[in-house]
């Protein structure tokens, strides 16, 4: 079944060497791009787009190697840096006519909206992340047996070979498993929604290993290049997140003052999956963000 978000149009959008992102628009007014998970796809904001297109133009597009966009081979390990990544969403918008844009993204689409901050901050008005650290704080904090809980980012930051053949031998166990260990509510993602999810993954093992490994090499560098010159994020920020900083003991807002002035960090009270979870909260804080 393919499943789409009600109200909204599809588009196959052309944005860097023949990539196309397939790609929900839907609403009027001043633009919001909204950047999906793992493992997930641009229906993950169902809830909140619909909301947010009442009274703004709403962009969700599938990233560069998930769902139904383009899945280039990463044959110079670049193809999936969020440098590369954020590039797409800025040239989407583009030839959708904004310019200028808010950004939202969850997970490793917080990843793409943080680098697409940082590289073209004429374009990105206001930045939202959920549920996500700057890559280079994420790895700092993870150590000890408290990194097990993120057993799969070492995995997929191995050569290519062994991470996708474990994860194409039993990709549906693999998927499912943060699909169901990392929701509090059962119910906000409902069967045929995560079916759609396991079979978009299915499909997608190379390019989001790949992704993924990027975050482990060229991602870091990147990030390492503007701490060190002291590049900051410029425009508004808000994070929501879970309180994995009482839980991994780390001052979660404190890593993020680093990279945003205008910082609102809030935690919130739902599993990672948060725009399905809670998306009245996110809405809300969405909308504030857009007011300051």
């Known amino acids: 079944m393919n499943l789409t978000i009600p109200g909204f149009d599809y588009r196959r959008v052309t944005v860097a060497d023949g990539v196309t992102l397939t790609t929900a628009v839907g609403g009027s007014g001043s633009p919001i791009v909204l950047l999906h998970g793992f493992p ?8 909140v787009a619909a909301d947010l297109a009442a009274d703004h133009t709403v962009i969700c597009p599938d990233l560069r190697g998930y769902g139904a966009s383009d899945k280039p ?25 904004h310019e200028r844009f808010a950004l939202a993204g969850h997970d490793r689409g917080a990843l ?23 890559t280079p704080d994420m790895w700092d904090v993870m150590r000890g047996t408290t990194a097990a809980v993120g057993f799969h980012l070492y995995l ?24 169901d260990a990392w929701i509090r509510d059962r119910d906000a993602i409902p069967p045929e929604v995560r079916a759609a999810y396991l079979a ?21 560098e990147h990030d390492r290049a503007d701490r060190a010159a002291g590049n900051r994020l410029a425009m508004p920020v808000t994070v929501l997140a879970q309180d994995w900083g009482a839980a991994l003991g780390y001052d979660a807002a404190g890593l993020w003052r680093a990279w945003a002035a ?22 809300k804080a969405l909308r504030a963000l857009l007011a300051r």
Request: with cysteine; net charge negative.
């Open 73 to 97: 081979a990463d044959t110079d390990g670049t193809r999936y840096s969020k440098r590369t990544m954020a590039a797409d969403i800025v040239a989407l918008a583009r030839t959708l006519g």
């Open 156 to 179: 997929m930051a191995q050569p290519p070979g062994l991470p996708e053949k474990m994860i194409s031998a039993s990709s549906d166990d693999f998927f499912g498993h943060f699909l």
């Open 112 to 134: 793409v909206a943080i680098r697409a901050g940082l590289d073209h901050p004429g374009a990105v008005t206001h930045l939202a992340a959920l549920d996500v650290l700057p």
């Open 262 to 283: 205008d910082l609102e960090h809030r935690t919130v009270s739902c599993g990672h999956f948060m725009a399905e979870e809670a998306p009245a909260e996110v809405v």
């Open 40 to 47: 997930q796809t641009h229906l993950m904001w169902r809830h």
């Open 200 to 220: 978009a993954s299915r499909d997608a093992v190379t390019s989001i290993v790949a992704d993924y490994r990027a975050s482990a090499g060229i991602d870091v």
